[in-house]
């Protein structure tokens, strides 16, 4: 279920409302194959009423199952916003639709997790990336290295 606000609920004083938001319900296409939306956004947020609007603040929290792009280990890595605001216009551009005195923050809820996405997400920040056996020498590993004969023609090419 979306993360809707009653505004009568709001007349006389602000709303404290705490849940778990379904990742179905989210609606975040990743398009990344190395990020995956595994468990519920938890959130903690208290709604406040304003004259042209809502104000909104609290914590919001979503787990990822992320691949590390150097070495391709899985790892979990935790979105969270802790100290998290929103305000919500009910005129103007961006005002956000009013049915029947209902408010959906889940689209307000949705953008703001996806701009903390990691865009290349790391297991570690040291990660050496994968590691590969020299195909002369047993049981030695080290990291993989470019093709370096292939930059050397590329550089051969005149513009």
Same mark, same amino acid.
């Given at each position: 279920?979306?993360?809707?606000? #009653?505004?009568? $609920?709001?007349?006389?004083? #602000?709303?404290?409302?705490?849940?778990?938001?379904?990742?179905?319900?989210?609606?975040?296409?990743?398009?990344?194959?190395?990020?995956?939306?595994?468990? /519920?956004?938890?959130?903690?947020?208290?709604?406040?009423?304003?004259?042209?609007?809502?104000?909104?603040?609290?914590?919001?929290?979503?787990?990822?199952?992320?691949?590390?792009?150097? @070495?391709?280990?899985? &790892?979990?890595?935790?979105?969270?916003?802790?100290?998290?605001?929103? $305000?919500?216009? &009910?005129?103007? *551009? *961006?005002?956000?639709?009013?049915? #029947?005195?209902?408010?959906?923050?889940?689209?307000?809820?949705? *953008?703001?997790?996806?701009? *903390? !996405? /990691? =865009? $290349? /997400?790391?297991?570690?920040?040291? @990660?050496?990336?994968?590691?590969? %056996?020299?195909? %002369?020498?047993?049981? =030695?590993? %080290?990291?993989?290295? /470019?093709?370096?004969?292939?930059?050397?023609?590329?550089?051969?090419?005149? !513009?």
């Amino acid at each position: 279920m979306p993360i809707i606000i #009653n505004l009568r $609920h709001l007349d006389h004083q #602000n709303l404290r409302v705490e849940s778990e938001l379904p990742v179905e319900e989210l609606d975040i296409d990743t398009r990344d194959e190395v990020i995956r939306l595994a468990e /519920p956004l938890r959130y903690s947020l208290e709604v406040q009423r304003l004259e042209d609007g809502l104000l909104v603040e609290g914590k919001l929290s979503l787990p990822l199952q992320c691949q590390c792009v150097r @070495c391709l280990k899985t &790892f979990r890595h935790e979105v969270e916003l802790a100290d998290w605001t929103c $305000h919500l216009a &009910f005129s103007g *551009e *961006e005002a956000v639709p009013v049915v #029947n005195d209902l408010v959906d923050l889940t689209p307000a809820v949705r *953008e703001d997790i996806l701009l *903390e !996405f /990691p =865009q $290349h /997400p790391l297991c570690d920040l040291e @990660c050496a990336g994968l590691l590969m %056996g020299n195909p %002369g020498k047993t049981n =030695q590993a %080290g990291p993989v290295a /470019p093709d370096l004969s292939t930059w050397a023609e590329l550089n051969k090419l005149k !513009f």
